[in-house]
């Protein structure tokens, strides 16, 4: 079942000159900082890696979480103050889990003036079926929303599905590649599906989790958990959150240190061949000795 809702122009506050997804924000300093911040940098992962088409439309997936909300909300700011051309249209894929509150999102949206479309799939009965008992579901619940998720953006004309992750969902990524994938790699900001006719992009690549949980409870944001299903995300991520987050009370910003150094990669400082040729690697100006003749070679 699918509903499409297409809101018109957003409501005006004349106090306020705002989104209506801004309303009713905290006047406080620090919340100020924040919501400045969390726009900012936004704004620098959207212009660093070339995410904007200009007259694109970005299908905005919208769980309910903190994170998303944060996103919606960010990016409406930023289309609000002329500073983002493309259309946005929000999606929350109704996935089956128990308890799931359908009717939250639809009247958050509306009330918002933000347009939007609800698609109802009972992925979670798929995932019950396939999973084992007493392994968790995520990773299957992802591939399949995933695939809704592009089915629904090629539907609605759009050329990008524009995902809420934050700088600490792509940091521990890159942990738990390291620690158990034997690779460095994390989720990029921004990347083509294999199919090659969609963008996936990350706007939230900069900002910090907290920054987004502290932006969505002070706004009042309807929060959904994410753990209707029973189901937590695998041990190994936890145990790398767990990690850093001592990490953090030990060194307070080495979260924001190691995140700078993804930004900062230097191949021939690393170890792989196909990355840089190391076997072609010359110098440039080369004296030998008398005795150079002499030196014996490795065998």
């Not at 998303?68 to 960010?74: E, I, M, N, P, R």
Request: some cysteine; charged content about 25%.
């Amino acid at each position: 079942m699918t509903a499409v809702c297409g809101i018109g122009p957003p409501m005006l506050d004349d106090l306020d000159d705002i989104h209506p997804l801004f309303h009713g924000a905290p006047s406080s300093a620090n919340f100020k900082k924040l919501r400045k911040r969390i726009v900012r940098q936004t704004r620098e992962a959207i212009e660093s890696y070339g995410m904007i088409e200009r007259g694109a439309r970005w299908l905005v997936c919208l769980s309910g979480g903190k994170d998303s909300y944060t996103l919606l909300a960010v990016l409406h700011e930023l289309k609000w103050r002329g500073l983002l051309p493309v259309d946005l249209l929000a999606c929350n894929l109704d996935q089956g889990q128990p308890n799931f509150p359908a009717t939250v999102l639809p009247e958050f949206l509306e009330k918002m003036g933000v347009e939007h479309r609800i698609e109802y799939q009972d992925t979670y009965s798929i995932v019950k079926d396939k999973v084992p008992a007493g392994r968790t579901y995520c990773a299957l619940c992802s591939r399949l929303r995933r695939g809704n998720l592009y089915r629904i953006a090629r539907e609605e004309g759009c050329s990008a599905v524009v995902l809420g992750h934050h700088r600490d969902d792509i940091l521990e990524t890159f942990f738990m590649n390291l620690f158990h994938g034997g690779r460095l790699a994390t989720m990029p900001p921004k990347l083509v599906n294999e199919e090659g006719d969609l963008f996936v992009y990350r706007p939230l690549a900069h900002v910090a989790e907290a920054d987004c949980e502290k932006f969505a409870k002070s706004m009042n944001y309807p929060i959904i958990p994410c753990d209707l299903c029973g189901s937590q995300d695998g041990l190994q991520r936890q145990q790398v959150k767990q990690i850093l987050d001592q990490w953090e009370v030990n060194s307070p910003g080495r979260r924001q240190v190691m995140f700078r150094a993804l930004t900062n990669i230097r191949p021939s400082h690393m170890m792989d061949p196909k990355l840089f040729d190391f076997a072609g690697l010359m110098r440039s100006c080369v004296e030998f000795e008398e005795n150079s003749d002499n030196i014996p070679r490795l065998r």
